[in-house]
């Protein structure tokens, strides 16, 4: 399995990023994908799932209604849109072939880091 998690950054409060998680090494479209992330001195939060065929989506009450997944199965690539950024989101983030919800396990990539600050 590989992971390779891109598109963080430093952004002010209220800004937006768009996450990136080329997947290879499993039969990617078959999968549950997952975004996790660690805040500093944190555990291990979940953050959003989406379905395999795309079509089903579960957030964090945290970031619902902020935070929007996506998939490409044709690109074996899972996206996260994240608006209305809050210094509270500042994380490093991991994607993973994960069910909802799920935290535990393996994490393969070497995730992205989002810095939410003015």
């Known amino acids: 399995v590989q992971l390779v998690e891109s598109g963080g950054g430093l952004v002010q409060p209220g800004g937006s990023l768009r996450l990136s998680c080329a997947a290879s090494?499993?039969?990617?479209?078959?999968?549950?994908m997952s975004w996790v992330r660690q805040a500093p001195g944190k555990g291990l939060e979940w953050v959003s799932s989406i379905h395999s065929d795309g079509k089903i989506t579960y957030y964090a009450d945290s970031v619902k209604g902020r935070f929007t997944i996506s998939r490409d199965n044709a690109k074996n690539t899972v996206y996260l849109q994240m608006n209305s950024l809050k210094s509270e989101d500042t994380a490093l983030y991991y994607c993973?072939?994960?069910?909802?919800?799920?935290?535990?396990?393996?994490?393969w990539g070497q995730g992205t880091q989002v810095t939410v600050s003015s």
């Open positions: 993973a072939p994960k069910a909802p919800y799920d935290v535990s396990g393996n994490y």
């Open positions: 090494g499993f039969t990617f479209s078959t999968y549950y």
